[in-house]
């Protein structure tokens, strides 16, 4: 190659990088816009009760238990639930990692799990058809400019279309303020570490995927998009089968209408349908060799017979949440959300009969569906199974804000025939339109930017804010030098915080070894010396364990109960 021809390729390189560059900018600042939303839903997560749900909580602490057993050298032999929590667990040690304390980790995992949302929603987004592409006369500078320019006018009304979304689910997050982990607030929980926030993320993710089997493209670009749904689908269903239910059945059953009512070819349709059931079937197939620490199957969790008793339950949440404004004002955007999806699905149902040039019925028609779909399914499913958790509602919040991601579609829908030039007249009115809809977007943004970073300081300091409880066992334990006990929604978070988690070990009520989402390297505990009892604890009468009643030690809301003179003896394990 001559030095003409290095010349000429460097500068179609500059020239086409000038292109991208607008597009890029664009896209990381509005992942700067959503880092800072998400900064001031995890601040006010920390001003609020909610941060209990956050820090402490018995289930939430989870990843902070890993890590501290993994800094103590013991052995890795976690007894876990149905749910493996890997995506949880990775982002939180890869934090941890990088010199961020216990609660600071906790902190950071809630923006990164935000963050994700946003990046997935933008990945679904990318996958729904839009305007083709403007033809551009032959040209050097101008042709490079015009490229960028009509580049960036077809990006920003997408990147727009995200945020919305991902504002519409922060703002239904920031109504949510209770400590209660069942409360009916449900949007927010994708700021804790195990109550399935990387499922909800998995779901936006794989309804993106399906959107490309549905678009086609070559033979190479179908496996490979095939190829993905079924990785995607494989892991999440590896980590935590619900995804199964929150994701593939919603998402087929969809499909299944479409296809019947001919509004997805058929092609596309199996190959959705192969990308998930390969998926599922590997998921499932890789968690046999790891049995030995899976402890609870998924049929544990069912209760046949106590849908009545369910329903009641999920009722008085519902009627609790609508008790406060703000749980009034939640249940009122998700049930418009809902309504609204129905309407744009029920209007593709009717029009049905074939594709439009760009597909675009069939991938619009899928988002308003799921956004149906998964949360009566969710709702339903957990009714008949006689289910006592609000966490498996999630796809009530997560799943209809997709159609407001999809909205450029929408116009996509109604102009995909139309090709125009840039330059050409749009019309007086439109223009005026996107220069009213462009000042908008920047004066939420500035906004948004000023909001997010009043919240930093915020998030700093609810971190730097110990929890005076914990704090004080972790103190008296590190002082006394034995080892104690207390029950599963008592013990951890001391435990959680303590500079050496041996000390502290799970039990019963009987006062046996409790494995449950623990470290089972902790047991045979042997002989312990006091126990850690609260409001919580379902230990009977902890005072009168022993010939002559002990010492007691106020810790807050703890107490420590010191049988250090008569130490007690522990039975056996269990999960």
């Not at 190659?1 to 086409?16: F, I, K, L, V, Y």
């Not at 995607?232 to 499909?255: E, K, R």
């Not at 019947?260 to 998921?283: D, T």
């Not at 709702?379 to 498996?392: F, Q, W």
């Amino acid at each position: 190659m001559g030095p003409t021809s290095r010349a000429r390729g460097a500068d179609a390189r500059a020239r086409a990088f000038a292109r991208r560059l607008p597009v890029i900018l664009a896209e990381a600042a509005g992942l700067l816009v959503a880092l800072a939303i998400a900064a001031v839903v995890v601040a006010n997560v920390a001003d609020s009760p909610r941060a209990f749900l956050l820090y402490y909580d018995g289930d939430s602490v989870l990843p902070a238990l890993v890590r501290g057993s993994l800094a103590a050298g013991q052995p890795q032999d976690w007894a876990m639930s149905t749910v493996l929590f890997l995506p949880e667990l990775t982002v939180y040690l890869a934090l941890s990692a990088v010199g961020l304390g216990v609660k600071a980790a906790f902190a950071a995992g809630a923006v990164v799990n935000l963050a994700a949302l946003y990046a997935a929603l933008r990945y679904m987004e990318s996958g729904t058809p839009h305007l083709p592409r403007a033809r551009f006369a032959a040209g050097a500078g101008g042709h490079t400019l015009a490229a960028a320019t009509h580049g960036l006018a077809r990006r920003l009304p997408r990147i727009a279309a995200t945020l919305a979304a991902f504002a519409v689910f922060a703002g239904l997050a920031l109504t949510e303020t209770s400590a209660d982990r069942n409360a009916l607030e449900l949007a927010s929980l994708l700021t804790t570490s195990t109550y399935y926030s990387a499922t909800v993320i998995a779901l936006v993710v794989i309804v993106g995927l399906v959107l490309r089997t549905l678009r086609g493209g070559g033979r190479r670009h179908r496996s490979a998009v095939t190829g993905a749904l079924a990785a995607v689908t494989g892991f999440a269903t590896l980590s935590n089968p619900i995804v199964i239910a929150w994701a593939v059945v919603p998402v087929v059953v969809v499909l299944g209408i479409l296809g019947a009512a001919r509004i997805v070819r058929w092609e596309s349709l199996g190959r959705a349908l192969a990308g998930l059931a390969s998926g599922v079937a590997s998921g499932l197939l890789l968690r046999i060799p790891l049995a030995h620490y899976i402890t609870e199957s998924a049929s544990d969790a069912v209760r046949w017979g106590h849908a009545g008793e369910s329903a009641a339950y999920y009722g008085a949440l519902l009627a609790a949440r609508f008790a406060t404004p703000a749980g009034a004002v939640e249940a009122a955007i998700v049930a418009g959300l809902v309504a609204t999806c129905a309407v744009v699905f029920v209007i593709a149902l009717r029009r049905g009969g074939g594709m439009t040039a760009a597909g675009t019925r069939s991938e619009l028609a899928l988002v308003a569906g799921l956004g149906v779909i998964a949360p009566l399914g969710s709702i339903v499913g957990a009714i008949l199974l006689g289910t006592l958790a609000a966490r498996y509602l999630q796809p009530v919040v997560a799943a209809p804000v997709l159609l407001i991601a999809a909205l450029p579609a929408l116009g996509s829908a109604r102009r995909h025939s139309t090709r125009r030039r840039v330059g050409r007249a749009g019309g007086a009115g439109a223009r005026a339109l996107r220069v009213a809809v462009a000042a908008l977007a920047s004066v939420a943004a500035v906004a948004a930017l000023g909001a997010g970073s009043g919240a930093v300081p915020r998030i700093v300091a609810s971190v730097r804010d110990a929890d005076s409880s914990v704090r004080c066992v972790d103190d008296w334990v590190n002082q006394a030098g034995v080892r104690g006990a207390g029950t599963y929604w008592t013990v951890r978070a001391p435990k959680a915080y303590a500079s050496d988690p041996r000390m502290l070990v799970q039990i019963d009520a009987d006062l046996n070894g409790y494995a449950w989402l623990v470290d089972r390297a902790d047991y045979p505990a042997g002989a312990i010396s006091f126990l850690v009892i609260d409001a919580q604890s379902t230990i009977p009468h902890p005072l009168d364990l022993a010939p002559i009643r002990p010492p007691t030690i106020s810790c807050g809301r703890y107490t420590i109960v010191d049988y250090r003179a008569h130490p007690l003896h522990l039975g056996p394990t269990h999960s």
